[in-house]
């Protein structure tokens, strides 16, 4: 996940210190790029949050930023680019998000492709009715794209569902629980105590937020919309959207892998989207906006 020189910048070091202070071993296991050994929530949290921050710092004033937003875990790195959190109390934040989250173990999740999302909605809502297990739309990623969540046994009525209505693809996602539902309220209560604990500063630009697409123009907004994060949806198609609203011209996803950019060019056809996951790539960004302006 970390390569090109992101472990030996100064602010990675800083926060692999804090994970380690926080008794998690993240250097090495960052250091060795096993897939395997990165899977785990508690692991692919903090990992994720690090190399989005390290990648972030580098860009400096190379944009006119409008507004910031991250998918899930994500947030918080959206947090600090927006100046609204220290990089050091994130890491602290999202090192209990991944262990409140590890360790409830029960339900899972399932995307469905090819299916429009208030069809999903109405497929949950009978799934429950029917069976009397929990199922929910999770994440609303694109048109097309919605991932579902609940017990085993709810995603399993929604999914036959989904299959008689003609949905395209089901694919079974490799996650340790149910996400973004109401199985989440345990973590999101013990979760909660830990934003509580940590200082938030009104964010310099906007932070449109996963519960409702909407921009957060201040740390009271901030703190409330993280703590229902837990059992909410990921509305991130309304926040793309949101975000072209406010002005934006080009997306920019920091970090691993490019999904969220292959997304935002479904949300918002034409848009101008780029993806940054290595450092030589985020300075030769910088340049290029530097001599472009």
């Known amino acids: 996940m970390a390569s090109g020189g992101i472990l030996e910048t100064p602010l990675a070091r800083e926060l692999l210190d804090e994970a380690s202070r926080l008794g998690l071993g993240l250097a090495d296991v960052l250091a060795n790029g096993d897939d395997a050994a990165l899977r785990p929530t508690e ?4 990992a994720l949050f690090t190399v989005e921050c390290v990648l972030h710092s580098q860009l ?22 927006a100046g609204a959190l220290a990089p050091v109390d994130g890491m602290r934040i999202v090192v209990e998000r991944g262990r409140a989250m590890a360790a409830m173990r029960q339900g899972t999740m399932s995307a469905f492709l090819g299916i429009d999302a208030a069809e999903v909605e109405q497929i949950c809502d009978e799934a429950r ?12 990623n694109a048109p097309g794209q919605v991932v579902v969540s609940g017990t085993e046994e709810g ?16 694919i079974p996602l490799n996650v340790s629980g149910a996400f973004h539902s109401p199985l989440m309220a345990g973590a999101a209560e013990h979760f909660g105590h830990t934003v509580d604990g ?12 996963n519960v409702d697409g909407e921009p957060a123009y201040d740390s009271e907004t901030l703190g409330t919309r993280l703590r229902r994060q837990l059992t909410e949806p990921v509305r991130w198609e309304d926040s793309v959207r949101r975000m072209v ?3 934006a011209e080009m997306l920019v996803e920091v970090g691993p892998g490019s999904v ?34």
């Open 43 to 46: 692991i692919a949290q903090p």
């Open 60 to 81: 400096g004033a190379a944009a006119d930023v409008v507004a910031v937003a991250g998918h899930s875990v994500g947030e918080y790195a959206a947090c600090v680019a």
């Open 129 to 140: 009715r029917t069976t009397g297990e929990t199922v929910v739309v999770a994440n609303l």
């Open 155 to 170: 995603i399993a009525a929604a999914t036959m569902l989904a299959r008689e209505r003609g949905v395209r693809r089901v």
């Open 198 to 209: 940590v200082v938030l500063g009104d964010p310099r630009v906007p932070v449109v937020c």
């Open 245 to 247: 609203a406010l002005g």
């Open 260 to 293: 969220l950019t292959g997304l935002a060019r479904r949300i918002v056809p034409g848009i101008r989207a780029v993806s940054l996951s290595r450092l030589d790539a985020a300075r030769g960004f910088v340049a290029l906006e530097a001599s472009a302006s």
